[in-house]
């Protein structure tokens, strides 16, 4: 597995964020290149608080399949329980999980990293991975760089 450039990848991510495009396009243009930069990267997705209900995720913009899980409510699955406790959620083995909501059959490993503005959860990054335990402290750090970067346009 190759090294993750951190660097590069806030530089580029910062590059998009601070771009003329409107957010969905500019939150696309991360997922883009999370996925593309990242080889166990294989699902890169935004959950965005939804505006109708504060206690419940909406699916925004996202590269890889298509899901099914459009809406989640706030302690359900991974991405709900880091909307919850507003922290780092890393999961090296989906089927050690007993609150996975299941996004398909290749996933076996998730990573969902909370985005905070000004102290207020705003949304998440989540990555999903076919591969088994792929996840490193090098993922969360850049994950969390990109997540401070993004908050802003969130």
């Known amino acids: 597995m190759a090294p993750i450039d951190s660097d590069s990848i806030a530089r580029q991510a910062r590059l998009i964020a601070e771009g003329a495009a409107l957010r969905d396009e500019k939150l696309l243009g991360v997922c883009n290149l999370l996925k593309e930069e990242v080889e166990h990267y294989d699902w890169v997705g935004f959950y965005l608080v939804s505006d109708a209900n504060p206690?419940?995720?909406?699916?925004?913009?996202?590269?890889g399949a298509s899901t099914d899980h459009t809406s989640i409510p706030f302690g359900?699955?991974?991405?709900?329980q880091c909307a919850e406790r507003e922290e780092t959620i890393v999961v090296q083995d989906v089927s050690k999980e007993s609150n996975y909501l299941s996004c398909s059959i290749h996933v076996q490993s998730e990573i969902v990293v909370p985005v905070m503005r000004d102290g207020?959860?705003?949304g998440e990054i989540d990555i999903d991975s076919h591969e088994?335990?792929?996840?490193?402290?090098a993922d969360s750090a850049v994950l969390?760089?990109?997540a401070e970067i993004v908050a802003p346009i969130i």
Do not use: M
Request: proline residues 8%; charged residues 15%.
């Open 55 to 63: 206690a419940e995720l909406v699916l925004g913009p996202y590269a």
């Open 76 to 80: 359900q699955g991974v991405c709900g």
């Open 120 to 122: 207020t959860f705003v």
């Open 132 to 137: 088994v335990a792929p996840f490193t402290d």
């Open 144 to 146: 969390e760089r990109v």
